[in-house]
T-cell receptor, first 115, second 116 residues
Framework: DTAVSQTPKYLVTQMGNDKSIKCEQN?????MYWYKQDSKKFLKIMFS???????INETVPNRFSPKSPDKAHLNLHINSLELGDSAVYFC??????????????FGSGTRLTVV | AQKITQTQPGMFVQEKEAVTLDCTYD???????LFWYKQPSSGEMIFLIY??????QNATEGRYSLNFQKARKSANLVISASQLGDSAMYFC?????????????FGTGTRLQVTL
């Protein structure tokens, strides 16, 4: 039933590890996104894919690599995790590149803690 | 580049009262959408209301209304008859309708606390 689902919901890992967060949407949307919410609650876009094609790639360390096997899935892989990567990561989707209503539908977020 | 400004880091309102959360934006785009999202303590992002830049009427969704003043570039959220469950972070966001790389940009948020 869930529209945009992310797994895992919580992720605690040590510095230097590699981890992945998975995202799936069943809304039939064309475009998916990754956002990072920092400790001050500020939300910033990281990546966007439209029909498996990368269309937005903000200034993000290249340790972060998104992968979209199909338009319903967008995963985020992070190499060599650092303390500063601790944040909540949100996946989102929208219909079309320029949807006119309802903004994005967000997943419930993945709280990543690097220790 | 777009910029969204929410000048109220925190607000208090009594139950059953109305409250206005401020949002101003800066863009050179002519066509765009304005959005408000609610983030309760459980963490999920909940869409509340949308206003298109060419919409002449202010948007309303139940107890939520958006006071859109295009010339002033403001898009304030009005919550009427506040409830305890309205306590949350509220984010204003904007998305220009400019093509392939259009993205939703958020403000810094306002934390609303509803009191008895």
């Amino acid at each position: 039933d869930t529209a945009v689902s992310q797994t895992p919901k919580y992720l605690v890992t040590q510095m230097g590890n590699d981890k992945s967060i998975k995202c799936e949407q069943n809304l039939g949307h064309d475009t998916m996104y990754w956002y990072k919410q920092d400790s001050k609650k500020f939300l910033k876009i990281m990546f966007s894919y439209n029909n498996k094609e990368l269309i937005i790639n903000e200034t993000v360390p290249n340790r972060f690599s998104p992968k979209s096997p199909d338009k319903a899935h967008l995963n985020l892989h992070i190499n060599s995790l650092e303390l500063g990567d601790s944040a909540v990561y949100f996946c989102a989707s929208s219909q079309g590149l320029v949807s006119t209503n309802y903004g994005y539908t967000f997943g419930s977020g993945t709280r990543l803690t690097v220790v | 580049a777009q910029k969204i400004t929410q000048t109220q880091p925190g607000m208090f309102v009594q139950e059953k009262e109305a409250v206005t959360l401020d949002c101003t934006y800066d863009t050179s785009d002519q066509s765009y959408g304005l959005f408000w999202y609610k983030q309760p303590s459980s963490g999920e992002m909940i869409f509340l209301i949308y206003q298109g830049s060419y919409d002449e009427q202010n948007a309303t969704e139940g107890r939520y209304s958006l006071n859109f003043q295009k010339a002033r570039k403001s898009a304030n959220l009005v919550i009427s008859a506040s409830q305890l469950g309205d306590s949350a972070m509220y984010f204003c966001a904007m998305r220009p309708y400019t093509g392939t790389a259009s993205k939703l940009t958020f403000g810094t948020g306002t934390r609303l606390q509803v009191t008895l």
